[in-house]
């Protein structure tokens, strides 16, 4: 079965500082691969997707993740965080269907 | 454009009750997919409805069961409610024919606390 690993529970950063939020997937095929972020008291809202090609995609407001085949990674980036980055981010990889399989989230909180 | 609205928002039931959640789906979505999740984990699929039948089901017992109206509206039912089944409910939902890969537009959810 498909599973997704996100090995940090909460990440701390200063507002201005870039950030890196880390991605592990199990999955057989070619995946296709997706960040959520929830807020509090809000739903999911996606910030990208990769499902083939560039390597390198992009986002909204201002994120980035980076698919890496031969560490199983999709890692999300972003050059400069701002204090309403802070939220819970999930990865997830799609099976058939659409179904998605989440992480367990990242924590992000931003101190200024 | 109304995106996916669910409710109620927070509801308390005690043990052995039932409870029905409720969606709407976005306007021209026509699949509505549940999901569960759990404080501190990620959503979990229960299961997804399409032309009023389910298609697809996650891992989760008989005691989760759904219903999708011609209008494509949907409710998740819970019977026998244990104190586990305590989380929030994601209702998403998509427009059919878009392929693997089409977005997912989730709603706010249904905090549900069991006692």
């Known amino acids: 079965a498909q599973s997704v690993t996100q090995p940090d529970i909460h990440i701390t950063v200063s507002e201005g500082a870039s950030l890196e939020l880390r991605c592990n997937y199990s999955?057989?095929?070619?995946?296709?691969l997706f960040w959520y972020v929830q807020s509090p008291g809000q739903g999911l809202q996606l910030l990208l997707k990769?499902?083939?090609?560039?390597?390198l995609v992009q986002g909204i407001k201002g994120f980035e993740a980076e698919f890496k085949r031969s560490q199983s990674s999709f890692n999300l980036r972003k050059p400069s965080v701002h204090w309403s980055d802070a939220a819970e981010y999930f990865c997830?990889?799609?099976?058939?269907?659409?179904?998605?399989?989440f992480g367990a989230g990242t924590i992000l909180r931003v101190k200024s | 454009d109304a995106g996916v609205t669910q409710s109620p928002t927070h509801l308390i039931k005690t043990r052995g009750q039932q409870v029905t959640l409720r969606c709407s789906p976005k306007?021209?979505?026509?699949?509505v997919s549940w999901y569960q999740q759990a404080l501190g984990q990620g959503p979990q699929f229960i299961f997804q409805?399409?032309?009023?039948?389910?298609?697809q089901r996650g891992n989760f017992p008989d005691r989760f069961s759904g219903h999708q109206f011609p209008n494509y509206s949907s409710e998740l039912n819970v019977n026998a409610l244990l104190l586990g089944d305590s989380a929030l409910y994601l209702c998403?939902?998509?427009?059919?024919?878009?392929?693997?890969?089409?977005?997912?537009?989730f709603g706010e959810g249904s905090r549900l606390t069991v006692l």
């Open positions: 998403a939902s998509e427009q059919a024919g878009q392929g693997t890969g089409g977005e997912l537009f």
């Open positions: 306007s021209g979505h026509d699949t």
């Open positions: 997830a990889v799609q099976e058939y269907g659409n179904k998605l399989v």
């Open positions: 990769y499902f083939s090609g560039d390597t």
């Open positions: 409805y399409y032309e009023e039948e389910e298609r």
């Open positions: 999955y057989g095929a070619t995946p296709y």
